[in-house]
């Protein structure tokens, strides 16, 4: 059973460019998390989506920054106008239900820099 | 959400016994405590949660204080490989939102 999957691993943009981070839950997940780590910092809670809903995006940016599920194909998290403070390393994680006891299974990560 | 204290770092030899401390003083009868770590250039991994009894698994074990106000996850044999950032946190049942904190940095001495 393949683990979560996030691509590209390593992704480099231009101050104002738009940045595309997808993410394939394991399988049987209906439920994605993003979550962002700036340097040296913990991991922030961004958004949290079921199949084509947003369900709580209180940690997302308000401007800029996006994110959807759609019925078919991985979680997008689009970035536009990409600014320097954007470089970070963005983490998507999966879970089966919403329960208490539920486990989050997190990818490797994509690391965003901006130039 | 309910906060957790964790020591910002701790040092250990391999193959001897590590015990992470965390302290969740304001914690409700319906949180559960949940540890992940970090490995260095990886995403978080989940290790253990726990609601009130104590719980093991192959990865560790977590002792839960009688009055659920701390807790203590602890790995029985420390190897090189359990270098990480330790985090402890406390969910709600049917929160969605992981809060992370500074967590415990844990070094392993060969």
């Known amino acids: 059973n393949a683990g979560v999957m996030q691509n590209p691993r390593h992704l480099v943009r231009r101050r104002g460019q738009e940045a595309r981070l997808r993410c394939s839950p394991m399988?049987?997940?209906?439920?994605v998390y993003w979550y962002r780590q700036l340097p040296e910092e913990g991991l922030k809670f961004m958004v949290y989506l079921q199949k084509e809903n947003i369900i709580d995006e209180s940690g997302m940016p308000k401007e800029r920054f996006s994110a959807e599920f759609p019925k078919e194909g991985p979680s997008i998290l689009r970035i536009q106008q990409v600014v320097r403070g954007d470089s970070a390393a963005y983490f998507c994680a999966s879970s089966p239900s919403i329960q208490g006891t539920d486990t989050q299974y997190f990818g490797p990560g994509t690391r965003l820099t901006v130039l | 959400d309910a906060k957790t204290t964790q020591p910002n770092s701790m040092e250990s030899n391999e193959e001897e016994p590590v015990h992470l401390p965390c302290n969740h003083s304001?914690?409700?009868?319906?949180?559960?405590i949940h540890w992940y770590r970090q490995l260095p250039s990886q995403g978080p991994e989940y290790v253990i949660h726990?609601?009130?009894s104590n719980v093991n698994n192959r990865m560790a074990s977590l002792a839960i204080a009688e009055d659920r106000k701390s807790s203590t996850l602890i790995l029985h044999r420390a190897t090189l490989r359990d270098a990480a950032v330790y985090y402890c946190?406390?969910?709600?049942?049917?929160?969605?939102?992981?809060?992370f904190g500074q967590g415990t940095r844990l070094t392993i001495n060969p």
């Open positions: 946190i406390l969910l709600i049942q049917g929160a969605q939102k992981l809060v």
């Open positions: 304001t914690i409700s009868g319906t949180d559960y």
């Open positions: 726990g609601l009130t």
């Open positions: 399988k049987g997940h209906s439920h």
